[in-house]
């Protein structure tokens, strides 16, 4: 039996970047464009060139966000803005997702994920 096949690039985000999100039935003159990560997290950096990681805080304990498929690291935004007083929040975004690039984005092996992840810590 044979796999669902996986997209070239999950939708995370709009093809066109410069252009608006529209949704049907949605209330018009509303903007649905995400905010900016840096009203959430406090840098964001690259490792590897690759993998773009957002960080919030420095204090207390790391909250490691792992997001799942069709999310991004963005994902944890809100969180990371209510924790970073008093908490440090890391979250990435996996490949395929957000802001990730690698050579072969459709790789979702559980293995490859897994060692995505290792670059982190």
């Known amino acids: 039996m044979g796999g669902v096949p996986i997209p070239a690039k999950m939708y995370t985000k709009p ?3 410069s252009a608006p999100h529209t949704f049907v039935g949605k209330k018009p003159g509303v903007s649905y464009d995400p905010l900016p990560w840096n009203e959430f997290f406090d ?3 690259s490792l590897g060139g690759k993998v773009p990681t957002y960080i919030a805080g420095t204090k207390g304990h790391v909250f490691l966000c792992l997001h799942g498929a069709g999310h991004s ?6 969180l990371a803005k209510e924790l970073k ?6 979250a990435f975004d ?4 957000g802001d990730h690039f690698c050579e072969n984005e459709t790789d979702m092996r559980e293995q490859t994920l897994i060692e995505d992840a290792i670059v982190v810590f």
């Open 43 to 45: 840098r964001k950096e």
């Open 94 to 97: 996996f490949r395929g997702h």
């Open 15 to 17: 093809s066109d970047l």
């Open 85 to 90: 007083e008093e908490y440090t929040v890391v």
């Open 73 to 78: 690291a963005l994902s944890f935004a809100a």
